[in-house]
Nanobody, 124 residues
Framework: QVYLVESGGGLVQAGESLKLSCAAS????????MGWFRQAPGKEREFVAA????????DYADSVKGRFTTSTARARNTVYLEMNKIQPEDAAVYYC?????????????????WGQGTQVTVSS
């Protein structure tokens, strides 16, 4: 059984930073792309960032490029999303997900496994 467990969400003020973690277990993830998505109330789930398991390849949504960084700690089977200069529009539930391979990594329905999500709330 594969488990992805996000943590690190919370309430922050605009301009502050937050680091989300995603602990992965249940299989080896060497051939997986690890994605971060977010969903705000009344909106569709949207792509935020993705990384290869070895961390050698990353990509970001334009809205977070230059502010967010995703990375992996393979020894800990953990993926991170470091969020800097957080803005009110970043408020959402953030999900970690795993996709076998790399195709269509920006598309949520392609992903094989999902975490339960962690809430990020931003006060301005």
């Amino acid at each position: 059984q594969v488990y992805l467990v996000e943590s690190g969400g919370g309430l922050v003020q605009a301009g502050e930073s937050l680091k989300l973690s995603c602990a992965a277990s249940g299989r080896t993830f060497n051939h997986y792309t690890m994605g971060w998505f977010r969903q705000a109330p009344g909106k569709e789930r949207e792509f935020v960032a993705a990384t290869s398991w070895d961390g050698g390849s990353t990509d970001y949504a334009d809205s977070v490029k230059g502010r967010f960084t995703t990375s992996t700690a393979r020894a800990r089977n953990t993926v991170y999303l470091e969020m800097n200069k957080i803005q009110p529009e970043d408020a959402a539930v953030y999900y970690c997900a795993a996709l076998w391979g790399v195709e269509n990594y920006k598309h949520a329905p392609e992903y094989d496994y999902w975490g339960q999500g962690t809430q990020v709330t931003v006060s301005s």
